[in-house]
């Protein structure tokens, strides 16, 4: 009796840690854990391709998919294809979480090729 009772519990605490795992990979909320938040002037000294996690505004639209994102350290420029806005909207005065990845482009500023994008 006592091994049935054991094996529902192992049953009942493995469905249950299950569910959790599954929790933190879905929706709005699902974010890197793997790159801590880092500033804007922080994330133009790091080499090309490197990932990146920024918190701030994205102020103003530059041209096609590029926009100025802004955090108390500065400004970049921001990739942000069409589809990777998956249904977004923000404004100027919503901050967002966006995950990305450091692009060196020649004759050009650092810019942030984006990949996610999280209103916070």
């Known amino acids: 009796m006592s091994k049935m009772i054991f ?3 192992l049953l009942a605490a493995g469905l249950g840690l299950a569910g959790v ?3 933190d990979t879905f929706g709005a909320a699902a974010v890197q854990t793997d790159v801590a938040v880092q500033t804007v002037a922080a994330a133009k000294a790091l080499p090309d391709d490197s990932k990146v996690v920024l918190e701030g505004r994205i102020v103003k639209k530059t041209g096609h998919e590029r926009y ?3 955090d108390a ?4 420029t921001v990739e942000i294809d069409d589809d990777d806005w998956r249904g977004l909207s923000v404004n100027a ?3 967002v979480r ?3 990845e450091v692009e060196h482009k020649r004759g050009r ?3 942030i090729d984006v990949n996610r994008i999280v209103k916070l």
């Open 68 to 70: 100025e994102f802004k």
């Open 21 to 23: 795992a599954a929790a």
């Open 93 to 95: 005065q919503d901050k």
């Open 109 to 111: 500023a650092v810019e």
């Open 7 to 9: 094996k529902a519990w």
């Open 98 to 100: 966006i995950e990305g």
């Open 73 to 76: 350290s500065g400004t970049v």
